[in-house]
């Protein structure tokens, strides 16, 4: 079974290096935003018994390439010292945007796309003369800068050199399927039972997956595409993409030139080498006109749409774009007017989040919605009851405000129409030999114990809540306890959101998890890691995959899921929550433990896909 990634609270101390928060995640660790002497920096945390000698591999190539569109090394070690169980890589920290997020936010100009592709050319450019492949070309491996928009290539975690030994047992080298080359698989289908047949990806490899990438940037669409990963590899080696200034008239025809015959079948009619591609795009640069100051792609907006009628995802896109493709940030859509009449928030009430439309999971089942209206009206009743006994000694005041529960607001993350993404990432690791891969699992697994709790403990949370109005009633309570504030947002694992979307599983989603295989009791937790059990399947999901993340205490139990392993061994990134099974996020305090580090809590939750940690 695949261990689950590197998982430490802020303030941890790697090998000198103080973690501040995670940046990305893959199939073999975890990247940290650290400090170190009060510089910023990236810190790769590797586990040693699923890398084995590639993290020597990665620094290897690191520590020989010095290009200012290459990212560097700044030093490596091992941890815990007395008995290693991760490889520790400290690189610069690129404070910018992954390369497909850049430009769907800022919507480039074909000189901005001209720009970015030459910083990256010109990266492979050193790195092919040195030598080293990179192997994983892709918008993901692409940071682009905030400060000065310069474009630099990142993780060769899965990168080769001239002379290092083969760790590939496979028949192709680790990377991603959709950006492999079309020589690698004719060599894949050739050679599949050749035993000991082997691959070599060269820097005509490099220079394919450069021009998928150049040519996603000029029209805002993969140049092959198909129902399934047959009919993908099909069109990879047989069909003639769309020429981009066809697709997308404001592409210049220089520029699609060069993204053409980077994307020729083969490595001897494809272009020489990434100095070569530098050359064209220098020359096409000094050749440009006003036309190149245009975006590429209209602007976005509330109302705008790139497909037209039904049909299913395939042929829609075959017969997109009907209009030409939109790229930015989405408008704020306008406040309405204030209505005469409308009540100002009271003081200390949340003002409502603007511009989020929320598509609330509905509640399955009768029984919770009855024990919601039963407790609702044993509270109304008790409040009336206890308010109408003491009104005669609180005339003149103004009754106190109290909250009986919170108000179930739902998360933010993953409501916004635009994909929830942190404002500074670095070095999202993509060790990980198929990005966001998903195998699910198709033998039987044990029957669960039921996933909601006894009607007792039902009944334990509606009487606390009666009880607490009826207390708060009759000795006046404060205006509210000082509790500590819900944790602060957090951004997904790098490919979370993906990696569910392949299962089935859709934002907003809740499915029945436990914290222990038992009967439902309580039991003590501690902040930190944790993991909970799937209860049943969830899409393509399998029953009884384990879901890692972290613990936060706070006047809730709050949990973060970032990782989920199947029965199989199979793991992958995710992005849930904890809920309760009476619908607030996080879990209740049981009576016991008011401690700021642990706690006490129900076995039996729920786990809730988001798009981001509220």
């Keep these: 079974m695949r261990p689950p990634p590197a998982l430490w609270a802020?303030?941890?101390?790697?090998?000198?290096?103080?973690?501040?928060?995670?940046?990305?995640?893959?199939?073999?660790?975890?990247?940290?935003?650290?400090?170190?002497?009060?510089?910023?920096?990236?810190?790769?945390?590797?586990?040693?018994?699923?890398?084995?000698?590639?993290?020597?591999?990665?620094?290897?190539?690191?520590?020989?390439?010095?290009?200012?569109?290459?990212?560097?090394?700044?030093?490596?070690?091992?941890?815990?010292?007395?008995?290693?169980?991760?490889?520790?890589?400290?690189?610069?920290?690129?404070?910018?945007?992954?390369?497909?997020?850049?430009?769907?936010?800022?919507?480039?100009?074909?000189?901005?796309?001209?720009?970015?592709?030459?910083?990256?050319?010109?990266?492979?450019?050193?790195?092919?003369?040195?030598?080293?492949?990179?192997?994983?070309?892709?918008?993901?491996?692409?940071?682009?800068?905030?400060?000065?928009?310069?474009?630099?290539?990142?993780?060769?975690?899965?990168?080769?050199?001239?002379?290092?030994?083969?760790?590939?047992?496979?028949?192709?080298?680790?990377?991603?399927?959709?950006?492999?080359?079309?020589?690698?698989?004719?060599?894949?289908?050739?050679?599949?039972?050749?035993?000991?047949?082997?691959?070599?990806?060269?820097?005509?490899?490099?220079?394919?997956?450069?021009?998928?990438?150049?040519?996603?940037?000029?029209?805002?669409?993969?140049?092959?595409?198909?129902?399934?990963?047959?009919?993908?590899?099909?069109?990879?080696?047989?069909?003639?993409?769309?020429?981009?200034?066809?697709?997308?008239?404001?592409?210049?025809?220089?520029?699609?030139?060069?993204?053409?015959?980077?994307?020729?079948?083969?490595?001897?009619?494809?272009?020489?080498?990434?100095?070569?591609?530098?050359?064209?795009?220098?020359?096409?640069?000094?050749?440009?006109?006003?036309?190149?100051?245009?975006?590429?792609?209209?602007?976005?907006?509330?109302?705008?749409?790139?497909?037209?009628?039904?049909?299913?995802?395939?042929?829609?896109?075959?017969?997109?774009?009907?209009?030409?493709?939109?790229?930015?940030?989405?408008?704020?859509?306008r406040k309405p007017p204030a209505q005469p009449g409308d009540a100002a928030p009271a003081a200390g009430a949340e003002a409502p989040l603007q511009g989020t439309t929320v598509r609330g999971a509905p509640w399955r089942g009768w029984p919770s919605r009855t024990l919601a209206a039963l407790a609702l009206v044993l509270v109304l009743i008790t409040m009336g009851a206890a308010l109408a006994r003491w009104a005669p000694r609180a005339s003149g005041s103004a009754p106190a405000r109290q909250e009986v529960a919170p108000s179930g607001k739902a998360p933010q993350g993953g409501l916004a129409a635009a994909p929830n993404r942190p404002e500074a990432v670095a070095l999202p690791p993509t060790l990980q030999e198929v990005s966001a891969t998903v195998t699910t699992q198709t033998t039987d697994t044990p029957s669960l114990p039921p996933p909601s709790k006894p009607m007792k403990k039902g009944m334990t949370v509606m009487a606390r809540a009666v009880g607490t109005v009826a207390t708060c009633a009759a000795l006046g309570c404060p205006s509210g306890p000082q509790l500590r504030s819900p944790p602060p947002p957090e951004p997904c694992p790098v490919g979370a959101v993906k990696a569910m979307e392949k299962l089935g599983i859709d934002l907003e989603d809740k499915h029945p998890a436990l914290f222990v295989f038992s009967r439902p009791h309580v039991i003590s937790v501690r902040e930190g890691p944790t993991e909970l059990i799937l209860a049943g399947h969830w899409a393509d999901m399998p029953s009884m995959t384990v879901l890692s993340g972290r613990l936060i205490m706070r006047d809730r139990v709050y949990g973060h899921l970032t990782w989920a392993t199947t029965p199989k061994g199979d793991s992958f990134p995710v992005c849930m929550e904890v809920y309760a099974e009476e619908g607030q996020r996080g879990m209740a305090r049981e009576p016991g433990d008011d401690s700021p580090s642990s706690a006490r809590i129900f076995t039996t939750a729920r786990v809730k896909a988001v798009g981001g940690f509220e």
């Design 10 to 333: 802020p303030g941890a101390r790697v090998l000198g290096y103080t973690l501040e928060r995670q940046l990305g995640q893959g199939g073999f660790g975890t990247v940290y935003l650290a400090r170190c002497e009060g510089l910023p920096c990236a810190v790769k945390l590797l586990h040693l018994r699923r890398v084995g000698e590639r993290a020597e591999r990665e620094v290897s190539i690191l520590a020989r390439l010095h290009h200012p569109n290459v990212v560097k090394i700044l030093g490596h070690g091992y941890w815990p010292v007395a008995e290693p169980q991760f490889a520790v890589i400290a690189m610069e920290y690129v404070d910018g945007r992954p390369l497909d997020a850049w430009a769907w936010e800022e919507n480039p100009t074909a000189r901005r796309v001209a720009d970015v592709v030459l910083d990256v050319a010109r990266a492979l450019a050193a790195a092919h003369a040195d030598g080293v492949v990179h192997r994983d070309v892709k918008e993901a491996n692409v940071m682009v800068r905030t400060s000065d928009g310069l474009a630099k290539l990142v993780d060769f975690g899965v990168g080769d050199y001239e002379g290092a030994r083969s760790l590939t047992q496979d028949i192709l080298p680790p990377g991603t399927p959709d950006y492999r080359s079309p020589e690698a698989w004719r060599f894949l289908r050739s050679h599949r039972d050749v035993p000991g047949a082997r691959f070599t990806a060269g820097p005509s490899d490099d220079l394919w997956a450069l021009g998928l990438v150049l040519y996603q940037l000029l029209t805002a669409r993969f140049p092959f595409d198909g129902p399934d990963a047959h009919a993908l590899t099909e069109a990879i080696l047989s069909s003639v993409p769309t020429l981009p200034h066809e697709l997308n008239a404001r592409v210049p025809r220089a520029l699609s030139d060069v993204c053409m015959r980077l994307l020729e079948k083969t490595p001897e009619a494809r272009t020489s080498s990434a100095q070569a591609v530098c050359e064209s795009l220098v020359e096409a640069l000094r050749e440009a006109d006003e036309t190149w100051e245009v975006p590429l792609c209209d602007a976005y907006d509330e109302d705008s749409a790139t497909t037209e009628g039904g049909g299913d995802s395939f042929e829609k896109w075959r017969n997109r774009p009907r209009h030409r493709p939109r790229r930015g940030k989405r408008a704020s859509p």
